[in-house]
C-alpha cells in the first residue's frame, strides 16, 4: 500500500509540474494572461522532458559506455524503482541536467580476439563511409524498427537477441522488454498461438476458425460457444459461464517458457522484467476493480498466465515489491477467470505446481518475518500476506483438480433436520449471525468441484501448510472474521490448506465453545419466558457397570425428544463416585464407551487382524438405533474436544464426508481383497478360462455361514472376461464399502450428523485429519511435553525429584507411556499437534511420604509428594498409572 501510494503521489507531482512549469525557465511561469495554445505547448514539453528524464533513469541511453552519471546505460549505474527515478527525474528537470541523445552509435567492444584500429573509418565531407558504416547504419534501423514493435512472440524475440549477441550489446531487448511488460495492452497481445495469431491478421472475427487442433492436453472448462477471441479489441463476450474448452485460451504456454529461458540468463533483462511488473501491476488492478477489464476482453487472462511463467518469481528481488503488487492484481480477477487459470494450471507437472506453491508460500513468508505482528497488528490486515494466500488457493484448487479424482458422491446423505417451536425459532433470530461464514466455497460452486473429491493430489498437502503464518496467528480473532465479519475482513479459516490441523482445531474448538455458550443462553431465556427448569447441560449419570445401557439409553431419549440438545455441553457423572466433570470424567465416559461398542464380542462391527481396524458388520443383528446412538458418541467426543481410541479405516471418515467408496479405498480397509482385484485387472491372460469367476460375492456371517449375493442378475451365469472385469471390479467394490453396510452406515453417519451439522468440520478438515481430531496423533514425543511442562508448589525444572520423574517416564516402555497418559490426561493418546500441545502442570504435594501420585485430569495437573529417592518414587508412580480407575474427591 505504502508503495501504490507513493507511486501515485510521484505521478500527480509529475502532472502538476508538467502544467505549471515552462520548459524555457527554472521557475513557475508568471506571464499574465497566457494563450491556451501556449500553456498546451509548454506542458507538452515539459512533460516530454520528465519522461525522457524517467526513462533515462530506469532503461538507460542503450550506450553502454555512456559517462552521464544520470542515465541507467552508465557501468556502475545503481537502479533505482519507479518511486525514486519519478522523484529523481523531477529533480533533474528543474536543474535542467543532462539528457543522453537516444539510440547513439555505439562504439566498438575491446576484444582480445579483434582489434579496431584508427583507420577503420574514414570521412569524407564529415560523412563517414565503407562497409563498417553499412554495418553500422543497418544495426541502427533494425533498434529503429523494435521501436515499433508492440507486442512479443518468439520470433521477434530471437531476431532482436540475434543483433544483441551480434552487437554484444542486450540494451534493445531490455527496452523492448520493459516497454511490452509494462502495458497490460501489448503483453496482452503477446506470445499467441500460431492459429489465433493469423486470426488476428485476418482482421474479420467471422472467419476465424471454431475447432482450433491442438496437441497439448485439454479439459472441459468454463467454455464461449462463439469462436476463440482473436484480439485484444474483442466484443464483451455474453457467455463467459458457459463451459468452454482449455485449448481456446490464446496464449501459447509452451513458447513462453522457451522465452524466459533465454531471457532470464541475462541480469539486466531481468532488472527490466522486475520494473516493468512493478509498473504494470497497480494498472492492471485498477483496471479489473473500476474498468472491468476482463469482462471487456477475456484475453486480459493472458498477462497473468505469461508472467507467472517467470521461474525467477520466488527470489528476493521480486519479493521486496514487484511480486508483492503483482498479487494484489491477481486477486481482482472476478471467479470465472480464476477458475480458467485454475483449470490451466491443473494440466501443468508437479514441477510447475511446486514451483508456483514455492512462490506464493515464499512471499508469505517474507512478509511475515520482516513484520511484527500482534493482537493491534494482525496478519490477517496485510494487505500482501491476504492476497498471497488468495493466489496460492488457485494453485491449491488447480493441485487437486490435476490428481486423482472420485467425483462419485454419496446422492443419499441426509442430515438430521430437526424441528423446533416457534418460541424457540425466536430466541435464535438473534444467532443468526453466528451462522455466517462461508459453508461452501465461491470458487467449489464455480469449478462445479469439491475439494473432498481429491484422493491423490499432484503435489503433497504439506507443501501448501506455511508454519510461519501459523505462528503469528491470532484464531480467535481469525474465527470471528470467518464466522462474523466474513465480508469486511479476511479469515485464513477460508484457506484451510495453508493451517495446520492444530490450528484450525483451535478454530473449531472456538465454534463449539460459542454453540455450548449459546444453548445456555437459549436455556436461560427459556426459563425466563416459560417459567420452566430446562438443563443447561447435556448431563448423563450413568453406572460404570452399565455404562452402555445407561448412556445409550439416555442419548436415545435426547435425540429422540429434542436432539438440539446434543449441542450443549457434556457432563457426566459416574454413579456412587465423588468426581466433578470439568473434563476428565468425559475422557474417562468417552473411553470405556468405545471399548464397549468395539468389543467383537458384540458383533456391530468386525475386526480385522491384520490391518488391526474395525469395519461395519453387515450382518449386525443391532438395530439402526444403536448404531445412531454410535455416531452421536463420535460427534459429542469431537464436539467436547475429547480423543478416542477408535480404528477405522480411512473409507469412513470419506463417506462422512459424503464420498462414496472406492477400489482405492480397499488398499487401506480390505487390503487383501484389493490386492486380488488389481491382479484380476491387470491380469493380460484369459481371464473366463484361467480363473472361472462369475458375478457374485461371497462371504460368511458372525456364526460362520457363508452368504453369497449377486451382482447382476443371473450372475452365477455371468463369466467375468476380459471385456467385462472392469464392470466386476466396480461392481464388487462398490458392494462391499457401500451397499453391503448401507443400513448401518446411514444410521451411524445421522447420528455423527445430529451434533455436527453446524460445525464447520467438513469445511476445514480432510478425511485424515478428521480422523486426527478423534484419534489423536500416534507419535508420543515424551520430550515435546516435557518442554512443554509447567511446574508449581515449589518445584523447578531444575528440582531433583522433577529430573528424576523425567528419567524414569523417558525409560517407560510404549505401554506404561500410555497408562501414564490416561493417568494424567484422560486419554491415552496425543491430542493433534502432539504432546507438545498438552499443557501439564506438576506440583508439589507435600513432603516425602508413602501417598501415591494423584492428578487433576480436568486440568492436566499431577501432584507429586517429594519423594526422598528416584527408586521410591518410581515404585509408587507405577503403581499409580497400573491401578488408577474411578474418581475421588482430594
Known amino acids: 500500500m505504502f508503495t501504490v501510494r507513493v507511486a501515485v503521489i510521484a505521478r500527480r507531482r509529475l502532472a502538476h509540474l508538467a502544467r505549471m512549469t515552462s520548459p524555457d525557465t527554472k521557475a513557475p511561469v508568471t506571464l499574465l494572461a497566457p494563450s491556451p495554445a501556449s500553456l498546451k505547448r509548454k506542458r507538452e514539453v515539459a512533460k516530454e522532458l520528465i519522461e525522457s528524464y524517467y526513462c533515462q533513469l530506469t532503461q538507460g541511453c542503450g550506450n553502454e559506455f555512456c559517462v552521464n552519471e544520470n542515465c541507467a546505460s552508465r557501468p556502475g549505474f545503481k537502479q533505482l524503482d519507479n518511486n525514486r527515478a519519478a522523484a529523481r527525474a523531477l529533480e533533474l528537470y528543474r536543474t535542467r541536467a543532462e539528457l543522453c541523445t537516444a539510440w547513439p552509435i555505439k562504439k566498438q567492444r575491446s576484444l582480445s580476439s579483434q ?506 443383528f443391532e438395530n439402526d438405533g444403536q448404531f445412531t446412538l454410535i455416531g452421536i458418541v463420535l460427534g459429542l467426543a469431537i464436539y467436547n474436544h475429547c480423543i478416542l481410541d477408535v480404528h477405522f479405516p480411512m473409507v469412513v471418515y470419506r463417506k462422512l464426508m459424503g464420498k462414496k467408496g472406492t477400489l482405492e479405498d480397499l488398499a487401506d480397509s480390505h487390503p487383501i481383497l484389493y490386492r486380488s482385484l488389481k491382479d484380476i485387472l491387470e491380469y493380460e491372460g484369459n481371464l473366463e478360462e484361467d480363473m472361472m469367476i462369475t458375478f457374485q460375492v461371497s462371504y460368511s456371517d458372525l456364526f460362520g455361514v457363508p452368504i453369497i449375493h449377486n451382482l447382476k442378475e443371473n450372475s452365477d451365469e455371468i463369466p467375468v472376461t476380459n471385456q467385462n472385469k472392469k464392470e466386476f471390479v466396480q461392481l464388487y467394490t462398490n458392494y462391499i464399502l457401500n451397499q453391503s453396510v448401507e443400513k448401518q452406515f446411514r444410521a451411524f453417519s445421522r447420528g455423527f450428523q445430529m451434533v455436527t451439522n453446524e460445525s464447520p468440520l467438513k469445511y476445514l478438515f480432510r478425511p485424515e485429519e478428521i480422523e486426527q481430531l478423534i484419534c489423536g496423533s500416534r507419535n508420543l514425543d515424551f520430550h515435546a511435553l516435557e518442554e512443554a511442562t509447567e511446574y508449581d508448589g515449589g518445584f523447578t525444572k531444575e528440582s531433583r525429584i522433577v529430573r528424576d520423574f523425567w528419567g524414569i517416564t523417558h525409560s517407560l516402555p510404549e505401554e506404561q507411556k500410555r497408562q501414564f497418559l490416561q493417568f494424567t490426561t484422560g486419554s491415552d493418546r496425543a491430542p493433534v499437534g502432539g504432546l507438545g500441545k498438552i499443557k501439564l502442570i506438576i506440583t508439589k504435594n507435600g513432603p516425602d511420604s508413602d501417598r501415591l501420585p494423584t492428578t487433576h485430569t480436568c486440568f492436566n495437573v499431577l501432584l507429586l509428594p517429594d519423594y526422598s529417592s528416584k527408586d521410591k518414587l518410581k515404585e509408587r508412580l507405577l503403581k499409580a498409572i497400573t491401578y488408577s480407575k474411578g474418581f475421588g474427591m482430594l
Not at 565503407?130 to 520470433?155: A, H, M, P, R
Not at 522484467?273 to 492492471?284: F, K, T
Not at 515489491?321 to 480458467?340: E, R, T, V, W
Not at 419466558?529 to 445409550?552: E, S, T
Open 115 to 620: 582489434n579496431v584500429s584508427s583507420d577503420k573509418y574514414k570521412h569524407k565531407n564529415g560523412k563517414a563511409v565503407g562497409s563498417d558504416f553499412d554495418v553500422i547504419c543497418g544495426k541502427k534501423q533494425q533498434q529503429d524498427n523494435f521501436q515499433n514493435i508492440t507486442y512479443l512472440t518468439e520470433e521477434k524475440v530471437d531476431e532482436i537477441l540475434s543483433v544483441c549477441n551480434e552487437t554484444g550489446d542486450v540494451s534493445p531487448l531490455v527496452h523492448v522488454i520493459g516497454r511490452i511488460f509494462s502495458s497490460a495492452e501489448t503483453l496482452v497481445k503477446s506470445f499467441r498461438k500460431p492459429e489465433i495469431k493469423r486470426n488476428c491478421l485476418s482482421s474479420l472475427p467471422e472467419n476465424t476458425p471454431d475447432n482450433l487442433e491442438k496437441d497439448a492436453k485439454t479439459q472441459a472448462v468454463t467454455r464461449c460457444d462463439h469462436s476463440a477471441p482473436c484480439c485484444s479489441q474483442q466484443k464483451p463476450c455474453d457467455c463467459l459461464g458457459q463451459p468452454f474448452k482449455l485449448e481456446e485460451l490464446t496464449v501459447d504456454v509452451k513458447s513462453v517458457r522457451r522465452v524466459y529461458k533465454k531471457l532470464l540468463v541475462h541480469n539486466r533483462i531481468e532488472t527490466a522484467l522486475i520494473n516493468a511488473l512493478m509498473y504494470l501491476s497497480p494498472d492492471v488492478e485498477c483496471e479489473l476493480s473500476y474498468h472491468n477489464a476482463y469482462t471487456r476482453d477475456s484475453n486480459y487472462l493472458n498477462l497473468f498466465i505469461i508472467v507467472m511463467e517467470n521461474h525467477n518469481l520466488h527470489s528476493p528481488e521480486y519479493l521486496e515489491g514487484a511480486l508483492q503488487m503483482f498479487c494484489k492484481a491477481m486477486c481482482k480477477l472476478p471467479l470465472s477467470a480464476q477458475a480458467k487459470l485454475i483449470h490451466l494450471w491443473s494440466t501443468y507437472s508437479s514441477t510447475d505446481i511446486r514451483r508456483m506453491v514455492e512462490v506464493f508460500q515464499q512471499l508469505i513468508t517474507y512478509k511475515v518475518i520482516s513484520n511484527d505482528y500482534s493482537c493491534r497488528n494482525l496478519v490477517n490486515e496485510d494487505d500482501v500476506v491476504v492476497a498471497a494466500a488468495k493466489c496460492l488457493k488457485l494453485v491449491y484448487f488447480a493441485n487437486l483438480l490435476g490428481g486423482m479424482l472420485t467425483i462419485e458422491n454419496d446422492d443419499e446423505e441426509t442430515s438430521q433436520e430437526t424441528s423446533e417451536g416457534s418460541l424457540h425459532q425466536n430466541l435464535l433470530i438473534e444467532d443468526t449471525r453466528y451462522k455466517k461464514g462461508p459453508r461452501v466455497d465461491p470458487l467449489e460452486k464455480e469449478l462445479n468441484f469439491k475439494a473432498i473429491d481429491c484422493c491423490r493430489p499432484v503435489v503433497a498437502y504439506d507443501e501448501f501448510v506455511n508454519e510461519s503464518l501459523n505462528n503469528v496467528l491470532a484464531m480467535d480473532k481469525d474465527y470471528i472474521f470467518f464466522k462474523v465479519d466474513s465480508e469486511k475482513k479476511f479469515s485464513f479459516l477460508t484457506c484451510p490448506f495453508l493451517l495446520t490441523p492444530y490450528t484450525k482445531s483451535q478454530g473449531l474448538y472456538y465454534d463449539n465453545r460459542i454453540r455450548m455458550f449459546s444453548e445456555r443462553r437459549i436455556t436461560v431465556l427459556y426459563n425466563l419466558v416459560q417459567g420452566q427448569q430446562v438443563q443447561p447441560y447435556l448431563r448423563l449419570k450413568v453406572r460404570r457397570d452399565h455404562i452402555i445401557d445407561d448412556a445409550l439409553v439416555r442419548l436415545e431419549m435426547i435425540a429422540t425428544e429434542n436432539p438440539s440438545d446434543l449441542k450443549k455441553q457434556l457432563y457426566v457423572e459416574f454413579e456412587g463416585e465423588q468426581g466433578v466433570d470439568e473434563g476428565g470424567v468425559s475422557k474417562e465416559f468417552f473411553q470405556l464407551v468405545v471399548e464397549e461398542i468395539f468389543n467383537p464380542d458384540i458383533g456391530m462391527f468386525a475386526y480385522d487382524s491384520q490391518t488391526k481396524l474395525f469395519w461395519f458388520n453387515p450382518t449386525s
